[in-house]
């Protein structure tokens, strides 16, 4: 039977990364997407960008929406100090399965905590289920028309804290206007934008990086 896009990625990963080398597992997609097929993962020219905005901000604590197949999930990982946590949601279940064995592969599964379902419920349930407090860093990946209304649900439940950092892919390609329009306008964030491309592409696209000021 037909093997699916996730499936190929994931076997590319088990046939050319290292277990346990988070790097070679982000080089192995890469590859695979250059060479292969298309995929929907930050990608290497913006990943250097997330790379930069995670060391800077060093974080404790890490809520990334969209998981896909965690290719963005183990860059930001490999990265994290010793006791830091990444809390990953995934709404597609076949994806998560992928997911969770690329993590496997990379051998950060103590660092990272993959969540299935819909973000507009999961938000509002982080501090009882995961004992977390604030977000440090929040990576916005997921549906685009989900950027705004998770952002201020996020606010809502004071999980965001003067400091805390959202970097938001895709502004451009697909484009999340609203959120757009929303964060730059707003007097509780300070916003940048990181001009880039879409992954494996020479459109245009970018990362926004806002810090909320409490
Ligand atoms: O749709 C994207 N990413 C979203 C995946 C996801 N993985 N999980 C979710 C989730 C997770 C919890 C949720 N809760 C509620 N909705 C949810 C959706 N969403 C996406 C699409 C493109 C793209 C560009 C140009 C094209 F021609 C076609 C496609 C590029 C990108 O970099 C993307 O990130
Ligand atoms: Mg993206």
Known sequence: TQTTRPQRMLAAVQKSAT???PRSV???IDQFCRQKEWAMNVG???GCILDSVVTEVNPAT??????????STVRIA???PPDAKLITLEFNPHNAA????VI???GLGDKIQLVEGPSGDWIPKMKEKFGIETFDLVFLDHWKDRYLPDTKLMEECGLLRKGSVLLADNVICPGTPDYLEYIRNSPRYKSQYFRSHLEYTKVEDGLEKSVFLG
């Open 19 to 21: 277990r346990g080398d």
């Open 26 to 28: 982000v080089k192995a």
């Open 44 to 46: 290497d020219e913006k």
């Open 62 to 71: 890490v809520l990334e929406l969209g998981t896909y197949c965690a290719y």
């Open 78 to 80: 490999s990265l994290l």
């Open 98 to 101: 992928i997911a969770r064995q």
């Open 104 to 106: 496997a592969w990379a």
